[in-house]
């Protein structure tokens, strides 16, 4: 089988690799010429375990091509996906410019009947857009051709992207259309074979089912942060209580760890554009824009907990362990680190970072004046972060922070502080071994 796969971001790349790797000829297309040559190169634009040996071995054999020509991947195939990006737009709704831009070139091209695969994050109501965007470039050509438009949100996290690909917990596909339903069950047969994963649906309950699935994961971030920092209130151990509630099956152990808030590209976003949806359809967002709000606050929890601890901050000297939203990736869209470094920085420290992926990252987020007048230092190992430091801030839980050791890193920084912004260490040991020391709701 032969498709292609439009935007090789995160998405995009994953889902053309790991389709690749069951079997299919997968051509990916990317208006960005500069990425598109170093993925032909064999060079991985982002960090994403496993991916890397996982496109070499696609592209040696065959299977998987890349080019910025969409015409021309569209002539080899008849399944055509869109990745592209849907960042949010100036009132919060999700910006489908990049969406519709590729629908409008694939009516441009489109030469016999095709199954076009919104994979992007999309509002409700957007495989109409997109029709409508191809219909019309069909009328203006003066062609009548057969097409179907498919919703197949993608659930993947990053840092276990290509693991979530291909070990998906379901595979929702939104269609009203038999023809369109029969092309999607043989793109995905791999997971029918033995327990099957597929979930056919609506198109637009599709669309609502990847808003709704993000939201709800945000929720119970927001949730249990709350807790956390009434916990911090009341003089109560937060990880007590979530292993209280966690052992509840109904509750269950997963997104409930409290922290600096939630980041990444998603979550943020998604959040925003469902609140925008509900304004739309009249709806009272109550339980989101408190998910919102939370959030907001959470990030800047770190920032007064190290300014209660160490007073006024200008002048002193401050680590910090992890820039990346979450470990196992390069990314830091709307991770907590950033707000952090940024208000640490204007209140006039100086900021010693670490991070085992992020670093070149970081140096695209944060205004280089903060670089070269030496308020911003970039560390190559962690343990420089911390010299002479007067605190030590954990805002990414990387396997390599979790078990440090202790006596290097006590004798290392100028006053004992932690503030760990993940709830990696164990208060009473870090007491005992003569820090001072802070989690989110911790005792
Ligand atoms: N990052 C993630 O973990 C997940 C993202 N999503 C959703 O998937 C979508 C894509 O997200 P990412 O992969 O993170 O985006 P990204 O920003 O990493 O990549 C988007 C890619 O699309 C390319 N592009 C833009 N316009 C194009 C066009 N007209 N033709 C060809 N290529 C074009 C860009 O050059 C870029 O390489 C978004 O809607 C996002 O919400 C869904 C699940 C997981
Ligand atoms: O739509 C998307 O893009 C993706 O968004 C999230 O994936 P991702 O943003 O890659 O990462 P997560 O592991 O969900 O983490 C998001 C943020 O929540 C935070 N988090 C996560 C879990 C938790 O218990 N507590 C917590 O603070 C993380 O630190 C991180 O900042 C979802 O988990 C994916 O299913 C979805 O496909």
Redesign the pocket.
Known sequence: MRISVVGTG??GLVSGACFADMGMNVTCVDIDQAKVQRLREGHIPIFEPGLEPLVKRCVAQGQLHFTTSLPDAMANSNVYFIAVGTPTGEDGSADLQYVLAVAKEIGEHLKDYAVIVDKS?VPVGTADKVRATIQAELDKRGVSIDFDVVSN?????????VD?FMKPDRIVIGTESERARAIMAEVYQEFSRNHNKIMFMGVRDAEMT?YA??AM??T??SF??EIANLCDAMDVDVEQVRHGIGSDSRIGY??????????????PK?VKALVRMAHEADVKPYVLDAVEARNADQKKVVAAKTQRLLGNVKGKRIAVWGLA??PG?D?MR???SIPFITRMLEAGATVCVHDPEAMTTSKREFAPKWIENGQLIYCNNQFDAVKDADALVLL??WKQYRQPDFARLLASLKAPVVIDG?NVYNPRRMKALGFTYEGIGRR
């Open positions: 995160y998405v994050t949100p993608e659930f993947l996290k990053e840092g276990a992207a979530d990847k699935a993000n994961l945000a119970k971030i249990m942060n997963s997104f409930i760890y409290p922290g600096c808030g939630y980041g990444g590209s998603c979550f998604d939203f979450k990736t990314d709307e991770a907590p990414t839980e993940r």
